[in-house]
């Protein structure tokens, strides 16, 4: 499949949400490095985004493996995400996993438009282990509700986690839970993520962790949908607590879930000696904006 080779343009100097469409190419990569030869190496990748996503649409992908000998299985998870499986009896030092994708939004056909049934759907009001709340966690919703509703509370939600918990890099993991990360005040874009999600449940809005990308950031980004009805749709509606904004044309997405775990961009195991090493990589730009 042909994949866009045009530039990457400055974003920056167009005016993205005028334009009637708008194509990114994603360049994304995993690069696992072992000091000895390792077997079964199992990999799970959720990094090709959806055929459509709202007004985003995938118009070509593919996804390279080199290094090793390998099967490969593609399917659809519970949540309707591409979930690539990568089997490799053996590698010798080094396996890579890299993604390209063009992806175009077409203004005026989103956002996307969930079944009746997802305001009721468990899966997007239940908490995980990432996302239950604890005693400050439910003050903080108490604080918030006041007489707000609907998006309006999403809103004050989105911005009250932006300024509970600052962003600093490395002080949390993947496994930090929000209660950890509200207590502890710093965190990523995955706390925050994981905050709100918190925060919608206690409150009673549905709502879904999203693993993307946002143009101008160095790594793979975590914002919050929240499930909302509008005239006689149910729809989901994009907030990045991260930046304590709704989401834009700036914000590509790749996966929804109940939180990273659902989502995480790769996982995946091996049997060999401890020490292996990863390196990420990652493009993702404007290549052509039209009217």
């Not at 899966?123 to 990432?130: G, M, Y």
């Not at 300024?163 to 929000?178: F, H, I, L, R, S």
């Amino acid at each position: 499949m042909t994949i866009d080779d045009r530039p990457v343009l400055d974003h920056t100097a167009l005016d993205l949400e005028a334009a009637g469409r708008v194509t990114y190419r994603i360049e994304q990569g995993f690069r696992y490095e072992y000091d000895t030869p390792v077997t079964a190496v199992r990999q799970r990748l959720v990094v090709v985004p959806p055929v459509r996503h709202g007004d985003v649409h995938r118009r070509a992908h593919r996804v390279e493996v080199t290094g090793a000998a390998y099967q490969r299985r593609v399917r659809r998870d519970a949540a309707g995400n591409t979930v690539v499986r990568v089997h490799a009896a053996q590698v010798e030092h080094t396996v890579e996993f890299r993604l390209t994708a063009v992806v175009e939004r077409v203004r005026g056909d989103g956002p996307p438009v969930l079944p009746t049934a997802a305001l009721t759907d468990p899966r997007l009001l239940r908490p995980t282990r990432l996302t239950t709340p604890d005693d400050g966690i439910r003050a903080l919703a108490a604080d918030l509700t006041g007489n707000a509703r609907g998006l309006d509370l999403a809103g004050r939600i989105c911005a009250e986690v932006r300024t509970a918990v600052t962003y600093e890099y490395g002080v949390t993991t993947v496994d930090t839970t929000a209660a950890e990360a509200l207590a502890g005040g710093r965190g990523v874009c995955q706390d925050q993520a994981h905050l709100m999600l918190a925060l919608c449940h206690v409150v009673g809005l549905p709502a879904r962790y999203v693993s993307g990308h946002l143009l101008g950031q160095g790594g793979t980004h975590a914002w919050v949908e929240v499930v909302v009805r509008r005239g006689a749709e149910v729809v989901a509606v994009a907030f990045d607590p991260c930046h304590g904004r709704r989401a834009d044309a700036r914000y590509v997405t790749v996966a929804t879930g109940r939180d990273y775990a659902d989502v995480a961009p790769t996982s995946g195991s091996y049997v060999g000696a401890p020490g292996g090493r990863l390196t990420a990589s990652r493009q993702v730009g404007v290549i052509a904006v039209a009217a």
